[in-house]
């Protein structure tokens, strides 16, 4: 089965996606209570600060199932091999003070990779490598703020709004870099030099 579900044709009928998404869910379930139980059981769906979360694990899974159902970028080949390129583009070694590696792994990059494909559309490959080359050397060597690579593509960031209600954003410095290549300054080739220094 392929369900699509567009903002469009939602909002013609005054829903909103989640709220189609749910109705849909519940549609399909035999008993809807019995698989929200299962999926708190499961730890997949939590209770943090009266709200219902997914835990990282699992929306990193949902992530990759609708990356893949999407059928916008197949050749995970070429991901895997652009992974690799911009994470050598990244310092190598851990954050300061954290059990985290800048470069991530390939696998995670890979990923994240998919998912922006399929939101921001395809880039060549050399844009990516050259995007990521000028966000690394905005930081000039300094790395203490430098965000994982992984958050580099994309992270969600918990924004609160005037009456005090948490939202959650995706945010994309990525594609910030790849839609303002002309507003950041340009990098020599010996950035890697300056970077191992």
């Known amino acids: 089965m392929k369900i699509t579900i567009d903002e469009k044709p939602c909002e013609k009928k005054h829903l909103t996606v989640e709220e189609a998404l749910v109705l ?24 943090l600060d009266g709200k219902t979360c997914i835990t990282q694990h699992w929306a990193d899974v949902i992530d990759e199932i609708l990356c893949d159902s999407s059928g916008s970028i197949d050749d995970e080949e070429r991901l895997l091999a652009l992974a690799k390129k911009m994470r050598e583009c990244y310092p190598e070694g851990k954050m300061p003070g954290t059990a985290y590696y800048y470069r991530c792994n390939n696998r995670e990059v890979m990923l994240k990779l998919k998912k922006f494909f399929m939101q921001h559309g395809n880039y060549s490959d050399d844009k990516i490598i050259a995007a990521t080359k000028r966000f690394v050397a905005s930081y000039q060597g300094n790395y203490r703020y430098l ?27 990525l594609a910030s870099y790849l839609e303002n290549k002309e507003d950041t300054f340009q990098v020599s080739d010996d950035w890697q030099m300056t970077a191992r220094n």
């Open 24 to 47: 849909q869910a519940v549609k399909q379930s035999d008993d809807f209570k019995k698989l929200m139980k299962g999926l708190f059981d499961k730890e997949m769906l939590v209770e």
């Open 147 to 173: 965000p994982l690579i992984k958050y580099f593509i994309s992270k969600n960031k918990l924004v609160t709004d005037e009456d005090e209600v948490n939202h959650v954003f995706e945010v994309s410095e």
